[in-house]
């Protein structure tokens, strides 16, 4: 029966994610504009692009997945959602792992996707595009994940987006320089098994403690 | 099956809301909770559905105490608060089906529900579409969804009209007669049968102050 509650709980969530408002498709579109912007900024020389382009990718993925995370608990804390769902029979911690995993869904998950394609566009080297992929793969979980406890955290703040990119976006860090630094071993030539382990390594890492924590912060939040 | 509240205390950002409340309410039993605004109804009606921290006391429902297995608690109680917990973006018949799947109830408990509050006119129809007492409606169909013995209901008529009050009326009775509880926050007169009533009073230390010349204003 738990099972079946989150499956109902992910299917809700994605359902209201696609929908007008929902916020579903913005992250991705913010992630091929801001990836289109910069070779007007920076020029079109093939080198300098394709040096830059793993930083770059890697630093519109963080951006992107910022956007909809505001509305993760919000949205449900407004309209007594999130009341409801702590009688509901699924624990909270499970909650919050169901919603990071839809917020993954509707924002890394089609990023990975289209990264090769944009890649391709700022000039990276075809060698360094597994390497692109196969982080952003691994890599971005760890965003919704951390991105969660940043949003229970903020839950009953009013105009609680802005706080919450303060808080979020240093403890993105790690997963932007092994990340990146995966793209610029792959790019000149070098193993980038290393920095991709490390990469997963974080998302593994916020899996294990980020719906405890937001579970605790929803709590305290709710009173 | 009864709910016990004993010497129940609560604390909300420094104030004491409620304190040394006592009540029992056995299954087959209705209570109107009243009292005037901002005593502390939905306090404590959030107190019991586990969604407000104990600062004393501690109330008992099938076996489990509040202040040591919250979330079993939490398994026989319905809630149903200011808010409707409805989507907007969903259908009528979304939003109870989702509820009722992740609460883990039945596809005929869903329709059935829809139809105790007379949705089913309207099951197809997007909740933004909907006014503030079709909402309320659909946050009411909620507690048909599954059993659970004890049901929590706060202001549930406001924006109701006569009809639909009569609907919630019979369904919190077929409620009560199944043996189960029903504890009503509520202003107006519901004709249920037993009706029981918890009347919360303001604290004696509020009425004090509002007596001393020398505090008026204080608060």
Not at chain 1, 30 to 43: D, I, K, M, R
Not at chain 2, 156 to 175: F, I, M, N, Y
């Amino acid at each position: 029966m738990v099972s079946g509650s989150s499956r109902a709980l992910l299917g809700r969530d994605l359902n209201l994610a696609l929908r007008l408002g929902g916020g579903g498709g913005v992250a991705v579109a913010f992630f091929v504009l801001t990836a289109v912007l910069v070779p007007l900024g920076v020029g079109k020389e093939a080198g300098l692009l394709g040096r830059v382009a793993g930083g770059v990718l890697w630093i519109a993925a963080l951006l992107a997945a910022l956007l909809s995370l505001d509305r993760m608990f919000q949205a449900d804390h407004e309209d007594g959602t999130l009341d409801q769902l702590m009688i509901a029979p699924i624990p909270l911690e499970q909650v919050v792992l169901v919603k990071a995993t839809a917020h993954w869904l509707t924002t890394g998950l089609p990023m990975t996707a289209i990264a090769p394609l944009l890649g391709l566009m700022l000039s990276l080297p075809l060698e360094a595009l597994p390497a692109l992929v196969i982080g952003l793969g691994v890599g971005t979980p760890a965003l919704s994940l951390i991105g969660a406890i940043g949003a229970s955290v903020t839950v009953g703040v009013r105009r609680g987006g802005l706080l919450l990119s303060i808080l979020v976006l240093p403890l993105y860090i790690p997963s932007l320089v092994f990340g990146a630094r995966a793209v610029e071993q792959a790019r000149v030539a070098l193993d980038p098994t290393p920095a991709l382990l490390l990469t997963g390594a974080i998302s593994l890492f916020a899996a294990a403690i980020a719906p405890f924590a937001a579970a605790a912060a929803l709590r305290i939040n709710l009173r | 099956m009864e709910i016990v509240i004993d010497k129940l205390k609560v604390v909300r950002s420094g104030r004491v809301v409620l304190r040394d409340l006592d009540f029992r309410l056995q299954g087959g039993q209705a209570a109107a909770l009243r009292g005037p605004n901002g005593v502390g109804k939905s306090t404590l009606l959030r107190t019991l559905a586990g969604l407000l921290p104990l600062a004393g006391g501690d109330v008992r429902l099938a076996g489990r105490a509040l202040a040591t297995d919250r979330a079993g608690l939490q398994e026989n109680i319905a809630y149903a608060g200011h808010l409707d917990a409805v989507k907007s973006q969903l259908s009528v018949v979304e939003n109870i089906a989702y509820w009722s799947k992740i609460y883990g109830g039945s596809a005929e408990r869903t329709e059935e529900s829809l139809d105790l509050l007379g949705l089913t006119s309207i099951r197809n129809r997007a909740v933004a579409e909907c006014s503030a007492g079709q909402k309320r409606r659909l946050g009411l169909a909620r507690l048909a969804v599954v059993d659970r013995p004890l049901w929590l209901l706060d202001e549930p008529t406001v924006s109701l009209d006569q009809e639909a009050v009569a609907l919630l009326t019979s369904l919190v009775q077929r409620h009560v007669d199944a043996g189960h509880m029903a504890l009503i926050a509520t202003h107006v007169d519901l004709a249920l049968d037993p009706l029981h009533e918890l009347r919360l009073t303001p604290p004696a230390h509020a009425r004090r102050t509002e007596a001393d010349p020398f505090l008026e204003g204080a608060w």
